[in-house]
């Protein structure tokens, strides 16, 4: 089968997983709505004002399309950033880079930017700042002479998300709470209904971190082979790995400016994707925006209703699947000695 084919028949078949599990994440909640009123609101035969309408167009619906774009997003920067550094375990939580950007939203929050559309691009800024200045202390430090050293690298990871981790404890415990209202909740990583404006600016900025990315990935397959048989086969090795850096932290900071740092989402959906569509970037990361949009749209519906009426944090349900995934391929498929 073509690779043209594979890739038409996996997204296809995405496509229908994604649909399926929208249509449930419209129908379930802890708000007691019928599939008919469900049905009425989403045909515009209910009134504006009335609960299905409310429930479903303000607050199921643009909730489904946030989680679909953060867990793309997320799932296409790991991709990316196991594809640059060669190590399927690099993820944007692993790799600190998530608690970068999360330290710029909250530096944002506390010069008072709020949640106009002007104002999130402000904040999606700041993120971006931080998730690269993140990713860049992870990759000098783990940068050695023939290469990027695995081991190095996940304990740079750790120490740097650790580091911005304490930075924001400090920033919470000393800045007038009322500047940081609900900053503990968000920082579990929570997904909540977008207005339209900045939904809008998610989705934009969404998909051009994807088209950084997306493009290249034909030259990530030849950076598989190593920097210097890339080099030979005529890539740009360097330029290469900028777009790639800036493309990933784009779409880090993007989802952690809207939804707060969710982790792990970025280092199952693309172990899972590789059993299924293989190691060829082409497709993997196609698939990806796909598979990511499901797994943390499955995982925020998990959220939303395990203990409803109250509320999980959709990061606290991707770390619970994330954790185990991570230990499988360290102890197993990819052995390291830390």
């Not at 489904?64 to 950033?81: H, P």
Request: net charge positive; charged share 10%; aromatic share 6%.
């Amino acid at each position: 089968m073509s690779e043209a084919r594979r890739l038409v028949g996996a997204l296809l078949l995405l496509t229908v997983v994604l649909l399926l599990a929208a249509g449930v994440a419209l129908f379930v909640g802890s708000a007691a709505l019928s599939p008919g009123a469900v049905v009425r609101a989403l045909a515009g035969r209910a009134e504006p004002t009335s609960i299905e309408s409310i429930v479903t167009l303000g607050l199921r619906l643009p909730r489904i399309v946030a989680a679909v774009l953060a867990g793309g997003a997320l799932a296409v920067a790991g991709v990316a950033f196991q594809g640059l550094t060669r190590n399927p375990l690099a993820e944007p939580a692993v790799l600190g880079v998530s608690a970068g950007a999360a330290f710029g939203v909250v530096i944002a929050q506390t010069v008072g930017l709020g949640s106009s559309i002007l104002d999130a691009a402000g904040v999606t800024a700041f993120a971006f700042a931080g998730a690269l200045l993140a990713a860049a202390a992870v990759y000098g430090i783990a940068l050695v002479p023939g290469g990027l050293s695995v081991q190095t690298m996940l304990l740079a990871g750790v120490i740097v998300g650790i580091f911005f981790t304490s930075a924001i404890a400090v920033i919470v415990s000393i800045v007038d709470v009322n500047k940081l209202g609900g900053v503990v909740h968000w920082l579990l990583g929570n997904l909540a209904p977008i207005p339209a404006g900045p939904l809008a600016l998610f989705a934009t900025l969404a998909l051009g971190g994807f088209a950084m990315v997306v493009r290249h990935a034909r030259e990530l397959n030849l950076l598989a082979l190593g920097e210097e048989a890339a080099v030979q086969l005529g890539v740009d090795a360097e330029r290469l790995k900028r777009r790639i850096f800036l493309g990933a932290a784009l779409l880090t900071g993007v989802v952690v400016a809207f939804a707060g740092p969710i982790g792990f989402v970025g280092l199952v959906v693309p172990h899972l994707l590789r059993g299924v569509v293989g190691q060829d970037h082409r497709l993997l990361v196609p698939t990806a925006l796909l598979g990511g949009g499901i797994f943390l749209l499955v995982a925020d519906t998990l959220a939303r209703n395990v203990v409803a009426p109250a509320e999980l944090s959709v990061g606290v349900i991707t770390s619970f699947c994330g954790a185990p995934v991570f230990v499988y391929l360290l102890r197993t498929r990819y052995r390291v000695t830390l």
